[in-house]
């Protein structure tokens, strides 16, 4: 089978392993010669900012990462064995900001990254670049080579004022109250090569439990991929479940949109043109949206094991619906 999976970070990444597992695809090529199955991930780039002088893309490294044996299990980003020389030594130099947690150890890939985007390449062929190294066993492509950046209107008592997400996310925790959040950039940016032809060969498309407005919502925001992928027998898992996020803030961005915290307004929010299934935790078993197949099993990736058993049940979902759908 060829899945494609637009995927934000932790929730993506961790998805994805279990998803690769499922398939069977766990060799580190991504064309898996055993199974013929593959899985071509468009990685959200909305969270993507510029410090120091260096292009951080956390999404993308969260999954190369995760998917290269190189994570920090713990903490869902970032590296194992990380150190924080760096940053020490910037904030001794005042240098703002303070509260990015950049480590050593994933300096140096975005020190790889900042010096080939200054040489003239392209965001994908960076992200190639990397995966030589971390041989994520999926072919990961940013959902564009262009710049876009998802920015936060808050009013933090001196007026409205936009700022970046990564800036309302980590410094205020999205304790902020966002008024609206914007993809700058998204209107003239253009799906990165080789995305809308994966999607065109695709089986299926499988949403995995990511941030719907600012990782799964960014990467549908460019414009053509929604439609692309509309074509195709779509299946999501909710990141919600029983009314909240499993982890991470979640509810503050849905809020800001005006969709409610709970799988079946998701569900409804992401729309029955894009998604034929969808599923939601055992509680939420009664969750119904017009239009879109919901089924509920248990959806915690407490263990490789349960997170393998989510994405199967996601493939069969897709495999099922596939017969029907169109
Ligand atoms: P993202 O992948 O970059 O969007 O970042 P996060 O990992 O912060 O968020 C992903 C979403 O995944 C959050 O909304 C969480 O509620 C959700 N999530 C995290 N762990 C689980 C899980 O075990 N099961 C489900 N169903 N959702 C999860
Ligand atoms: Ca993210």
């Given at each position: 089978m060829r899945i494609v999976v637009p995927a934000g970070g932790i929730g993506g990444a961790r998805f994805l392993r279990g998803l690769k597992a499922a398939l069977g695809t766990d060799a580190p090529a991504p064309e898996d010669q055993t199974t013929g199955s593959s899985i071509t991930v468009i990685g959200n780039t909305g969270d993507d900012i510029t410090l120091f002088g260096l292009r951080i893309c956390p999404d993308l490294d969260t999954v190369m990462y995760t998917l290269g044996g190189g994570i920090n299990e713990e903490q869902g980003w970032g590296r194992t064995d990380e150190s924080f020389t760096v940053k020490e030594e910037l904030a001794a130099y005042g240098m703002q900001p303070t509260w990015f947690g950049l480590g050593d150890r994933d300096t140096a890939t975005h020190i790889v990254r900042a010096q080939m985007l200054a040489a003239g390449y392209p965001l994908s062929a960076v992200t190639e670049a990397l995966c030589d190294r971390w041989r994520p066993g999926v072919r990961l492509l940013p959902m564009t080579d262009d710049q876009v950046e998802t920015h936060v209107v808050v009013d933090g008592g001196q007026g409205r004022r936009a700022i970046h997400f990564q800036e309302w996310w980590i410094r205020h925790r999205a304790a902020l109250p966002a008024e609206q959040i914007v993809s700058v950039g998204a209107e003239s940016a253009k799906p990165a090569p080789g995305v809308l032809a994966a999607i065109a060969e695709a089986d299926a498309v499988i949403l995995p439990p990511s941030n719907p407005v600012v990782s799964v919502g960014s990467v549908l925001n460019v414009p053509g991929m929604r439609e692309a992928m509309a074509d195709k027998t779509v299946v999501g898992v909710s990141p919600i479940i029983g009314g909240a996020p499993v982890r991470g803030m979640a509810d503050a961005c849905l809020s800001a949109i005006g969709v409610e915290t709970s799988a079946g307004a998701v569900a409804e929010h992401l729309g029955a043109d894009l998604l034929d299934g969808w599923l939601v935790d055992e509680a939420d078993a009664g969750t119904a949206v017009e239009g879109i197949e919901v089924r509920s099993r248990?959806?915690?990736?407490?263990?490789p094991e349960e997170t393998e058993a989510i994405a199967r049940a996601a493939v069969d979902l897709a495999v099922e619906l596939a017969g029907t759908d169109r």
């Open positions: 248990p959806l915690y990736m407490t263990g």
